[in-house]
């Protein structure tokens, strides 16, 4: 049967990653082996997702650096939406080991299109993301910018009813990103009337001039 010998390749493959595994922690170079990897991989997706993880056990930043080049040519041919959506949360994560804050707000946005994620999380998505972009963001054109913040936008303000002031005033901040200022002001106006006190929607208020 077909999942019979997904199975059997999973194990073999995973078996021999395993030694190759233990020839580098001996002294040999990963990249003896990496074309014969690649080879199989590119016959069998779900190959890249197994090499990525092994990569990412490591803890080292090649290893992350490795498994982020995995994750992404695994992410070009997947169509399993919860497979995907665990290689995105991989992604992640190891763009956040790698101090790739723009890879990691991306690999998150994608991750969030696909599975049900706490709202919190989108949250400090959105506060990573305003955050990059207050610092510099030198990594991203207009263009860029004002899709992403919109995507993430798009995700949070379906789930509207669970935002906080905190979550409102980082909502207010993509849509300012996004070119959106009715909505920005929107945000504003909505989260001063449930949280009057809130600083960083008192000093966004002022900001777009909106009165008390």
């Given amino acids: 049967r077909k999942d019979d010998m997904t199975l059997g390749l999973v194990r073999k493959l995973e078996n021999f990653i395993g030694n190759i595994s233990k020839r580098v922690e001996r002294g040999e170079e990963y990249e003896t082996y990496k074309p014969i990897i690649e080879m199989i991989c590119r016959a069998y ?13 490591q803890r080292t930043k090649s290893g992350y ?3 982020k080049e995995e994750l992404r ?11 995907a959506s665990e290689a995105w949360r991989l992604l992640g994560h190891s763009c956040y080991q790698t101090h790739d804050t723009l890879g990691e707000v991306h690999a998150f946005t994608e991750r969030a299109q696909l599975a049900n994620i706490p709202f919190y999380d989108l949250s400090n998505t959105a506060n990573k993301f305003n955050n990059f972009l207050s610092e510099g963001g030198l990594e991203i054109d207009r263009e860029q910018k004002r899709d992403l913040a919109t995507r993430i936008l798009q995700i949070m303000d379906q789930r509207i009813e669970e935002a906080g002031g905190d979550d409102l005033s980082r909502m207010a901040w993509l849509a300012i990103r996004a070119e959106r200022d009715i909505d920005a002001r929107r945000y504003v106006e909505e989260g001063r009337n449930k949280y009057p006190e809130n600083y960083h929607l008192v000093r966004l208020a002022q900001r777009l001039g909106i009165s008390s």
């Fill in 45 to 57: 997706n779900p190959g890249w997702l197994i090499v990525a993880r092994w990569h990412m056990e």
């Fill in 73 to 83: 040519r695994f992410l070009e041919n997947e169509t399993d939406a919860l497979l």
């Fill in 65 to 67: 650096d490795l498994a």
